[in-house]
C-alpha cells in the first residue's frame, strides 16, 4: 500500500490541524494505521495508531486528549485531528500502516509498520 500525508502548515499555539493520509494500491481495511512524527534533531517518536476496524486505538501520553486518529475504510483514509496544538508539537508527521504485524494498543512500535508515507510539516509558533 503506498500512502501520502498531508494537511501541515503553519499554526500558531492553541490552533488546530487536521491531517490526511491517502492510502492507494490497496485497500487499508486490512491494515492498523498509525501516526508518527520526528521533530528536527530527533528520533522519531510514536503519535497515535488506530486498529484495522477502528474499535482501538491509543496515542502518546504527549498528545492524548488532544490529538484524535480515524480513519474511512471507505474512502481509503485516515485521519489526525490536532487540537490545542503546543510549540513542541512541531515535526514532520507520518502515516504508516501494518498488515499482520501491529497491534493496538500493545504492539505499536516504528518497526512493526511495513508501509510508510512522505511527511507533511506541521510548524507551532509561539
Known amino acids: 500500500v503506498q500512502l501520502q500525508a498531508s494537511g501541515g502548515g503553519l499554526v500558531q499555539a492553541g490552533g488546530s490541524l487536521r491531517l490526511s493520509c491517502a492510502a492507494s494500491?490497496?485497500?487499508?481495511?486490512?491494515?492498523?494505521m498509525g501516526w508518527f512524527r520526528q521533530a528536527p534533531g530527533k528520533e522519531r517518536e510514536f503519535v497515535a495508531a488506530?486498529?484495522?476496524?477502528?474499535?482501538?486505538?491509543t496515542y502518546a501520553v504527549s498528545v492524548k486528549g488532544r490529538f484524535t486518529i480515524s480513519r474511512d475504510n471507505a474512502k481509503n483514509m485516515v485521519y489526525l485531528q490536532m487540537n490545542n496544538l503546543k510549540p513542541e508539537d512541531t515535526a514532520t508527521y507520518y502515516c504508516?500502516?501494518?498488515?499482520?504485524?501491529?497491534?493496538?494498543?500493545?504492539?505499536?512500535?516504528?518497526?512493526?509498520?511495513?508501509?510508510w508515507g512522505q511527511g507533511t510539516l506541521v510548524t507551532v509558533s509561539s
Open positions: 488506530i486498529s484495522w476496524g477502528g474499535s482501538y486505538t
Open positions: 504508516a500502516a501494518g498488515r499482520g504485524t501491529v497491534v493496538v494498543p500493545t504492539g505499536c512500535e516504528a518497526i512493526n509498520f511495513g508501509s
Open positions: 494500491g490497496d485497500t487499508i481495511s486490512g491494515y492498523a
